[in-house]
């Protein structure tokens, strides 16, 4: 199946907002194996988007319209999607009175611009919108089929994933019974993991299993892709092939699926009835910001402590002046662990190296974790500029504190550490 993307507006065509949109849906698609062969970006002009879309109705099966949605004056993605179908607008009534629902539950009147949002070339398939006001709409122009979604990307994605991948596998004639494994792993680079996983796609006879990657550093996606009849074939064919993920990648992966780092420490945190506090400088809180919000994070965060200037650190700790920066880690994490009456402390220090940001400027991360038995020690150096060794210090200390509850080696080395 031959699929394309447009992707409509003025901001996006002109770099004004990143088109983060079709990175996403292209990969998700590729996910499902459904592979698209073009993309488009047209700006909000009737005319180039009706040659837009007559373009890709007359080389593709499936075409994906991202935008144009919206109640406003440069939203046309109806409006032209009915010009090139040679058909009228109309107004659906069931999606106004969605509409007029939505706002209602807000407590807020309708403005009588998003009646817009509900005139729908005739003939459209409706693509439900649980969460929002935008009606997606699938449409044949052509001799393609036409899927329209909204540019919000939590919209976007919801449709996508319910509305329009199951009519795209089910046009395709390809099994529809699909499943994707993924594994997030931390401490190896991408071709450490392509070399350890060679061949493991191969462990089933007769296929079905496709093996990819996501680098979006600090971590490494792993993804399996696997069909079959039904999903009980797909995980006859799934268990020996992550098993052997598991086996080859060990102590590095952090977590499965939609598990995230973050919530894997959360998790094993209050399955022991386990509190947390966290101190850090140069990261800025950004630890803490990762698990503060997360659903239960109420009742196992503590505190979080953030304070750049060591001296100012170590006066909110109660700690001596003359303490050196060297020996500062472990007797914060230790005097966190008694100010705050948590279970665990991390503490998360950094010494950046002075200089212009650049791609050998580094920094010297220290990495104590406090609990009843005592103080756990982790040092290390990373080099990259100032956004790297942020970026790369959160992660390691929250992957130390992960594999600390785990009962993991915490001083494992890593792919992005110099000695």
């Known amino acids: 199946m031959r699929i394309e993307i447009v992707c409509t507006g003025d901001e996006v065509l002109t770099g004004k907002i990143v088109n983060s949109n079709f990175s996403w849906m292209s990969q998700k698609l590729e996910d499902f194996g459904l592979s698209v062969i073009w993309g488009t970006t047209v700006g909000d002009d009737r005319d180039h988007l009706l040659e837009a879309f007559r373009l890709a109705a007359g080389r593709a099966d499936a075409v994906i319209v991202n935008g144009g949605l919206g109640p406003t004056v440069d939203d046309l993605s109806q409006e032209v999607a009915a010009r090139a179908a040679g058909v009228e607008l109309a107004l659906d009534e069931e999606w106004l009175a969605r509409m007029e629902e939505f706002f209602r539950r807000r407590s807020r009147i309708m403005p ?51 509305q329009i991948v199951p009519r795209l596998l089910a046009r395709s004639g390809r099994q529809t019974a699909i499943h994707l494994k993924r594994f997030h792993s931390y401490g190896i680079g991408e071709s450490r993991v392509d070399a350890l996983l060679a061949g493991v796609d191969e462990l089933v006879p007769d296929g079905g299993v496709k093996l ?122 230790a005097a966190l662990r008694a100010a705050s009456g948590a279970t665990h402390v991390l503490a998360l220090l950094v010494d950046l190296d002075e200089g212009a940001d650049r791609i050998d400027l580094g920094g010297t991360i220290a990495i104590a974790i406090a609990d009843q038995g005592g103080v756990t020690l982790r040092r290390a150096r990373i080099l990259g500029g100032r956004d790297w060794v942020r970026l790369g210090a959160a992660e390691m200390g929250l992957d130390c504190l992960r594999r600390h509850l785990q009962g993991l080696p915490v001083d494992e080395r890593i792919d992005f550490e110099k000695a």
């Not at 009606?135 to 089929?145: E, Q, V």
């Open 112 to 162: 009588p611009n998003n009646r817009k949002q509900a005139m729908l070339p005739v003939g459209s398939e409706i693509l439900d919108n649980p969460i929002g006001t935008a009606c997606g709409f699938a449409l044949d122009i052509g001799k393609a089929r036409f899927f329209f979604t909204p540019g919000v990307p939590r919209e976007l994605r919801r449709m996508l994933e319910e």
């Open 212 to 333: 990819g990657f996501r680098a979006h550093y600090p971590q490494i996606e792993t993804k399996l892709t696997v069909r079959g009849p039904d999903m009980a074939a797909i995980d006859a064919k799934l268990a020996p092939v992550v098993a052997e993920v598991r086996r080859r990648l060990g102590n590095f992966i952090v977590a499965e699926d939609d598990q995230t780092l973050e919530g894997v420490v959360l998790a094993a945190l209050a399955g022991r009835g386990g509190s947390l506090a966290v101190v850090e400088n140069f990261t800025g809180g950004q630890v803490a910001g990762r698990i503060a919000h997360l659903p239960g994070a109420e009742t196992v965060f503590r505190q979080g402590l953030v304070a750049r200037d060591p001296v100012r650190l170590r006066v909110a700790l109660g700690l001596a002046a003359d303490v050196p920066d060297d020996d500062l880690a472990p007797l914060a994490a």
